[in-house]
T-cell receptor, first 110, second 112 residues
Framework: DVKVTQSSRYLVKRTGEKVFLECVQD?????MFWYRQDPGLGLRLIYF???????EKGDIPEGYSVSREKKERFSLILESASTNQTSMYLC?????????FGSGTRLTVV | KQEVTQIPAALSVPEGENLVLNCSFT??????LQWFRQDPGKGLTSLLL?????REQTSGRLNASLDKSSGRSTLYIAASQPGDSATYLC???????????FGTGTRLKVLA
């Protein structure tokens, strides 16, 4: 089975900090995605990557950036964390037939 | 722009009932459709994936159907159990895109 691992289940960060969320998949998938999930808003796509060093903006990229230096790792970066970025962050990978998700990172910005 | 709607938003049923969850989408040019389960505070677990050329997929007590022409998919859960309590999400990948668009989910509670 494909495994998608997110490095932290829970994170608490201060306003203005630079935050790194890491995601690693072990099945050589081309495509990787970062979503955030908020009550009443569902899952919203932040960024995705379809190859190493390739990235595309999703629906809500403002305040975020990403890095994909190796195929198995896709990092989400909050350049200067703000309280409105408190959310559940979900990483997924895909080889074209469906997503496999990680277990999520609950980020709280105080 | 693809939009995905799930009805009902919440459902509470006694154990043993057969139930149907609905998902509708606005653009019928889909590549595939995926149903997920999410437990509180957790990530999403894939349940079933239906390719655009398929009409249905089955896994154990779960059956998902797809009708592209009417823009609908249903997830049928047979003989529901308390362990089925979770939020069920439908996601649609439109042809020519990499990403999935998600519905807001149906929160299911199965009472013992």
């Amino acid at each position: 089975d494909v495994k998608v691992t997110q490095s932290s289940r829970y994170l608490v960060k201060r306003t203005g900090e630079k935050v790194f969320l890491e995601c690693v998949q072990d099945m050589d998938h081309e495509n990787m995605f970062w979503y955030r999930q908020d009550p009443g808003l569902g899952l919203r796509l932040i960024y995705f990557s379809y190859d190493v060093k390739m990235k595309e903006k999703g629906d809500i990229p403002e305040g975020y950036s990403v890095s994909r230096e190796k195929k198995e790792r896709f990092s989400l970066i909050l350049e200067s964390a703000s309280t409105n970025q408190t959310s559940m962050y979900l990483c997924a990978s895909s080889l074209g037939h469906g997503y496999t998700f990680g277990s999520g990172t609950r980020l709280t910005v105080v | 722009k693809q939009e995905v709607t799930q009805i009902p938003a919440a459902l509470s049923v006694p154990e043993g009932e057969n139930l149907v969850l609905n998902c509708s989408f606005t653009d019928s040019a889909i590549y595939n459709l995926q149903w997920f389960r999410q437990d509180p505070g957790k990530g999403l677990t894939s349940l079933l994936l239906i390719q655009s050329s398929q009409r249905e997929q089955t896994s154990g007590r779960l059956n998902a159907s797809l009708d592209k022409s009417s823009g609908r998919s249903t997830l049928y859960i047979a003989a529901s159990q308390p362990g089925d309590s979770a939020t069920y999400l439908c996601a649609v990948r439109t042809s020519g895109t990499y990403k999935y668009i998600f519905g807001t989910g149906t929160r299911l509670k199965v009472l013992a």
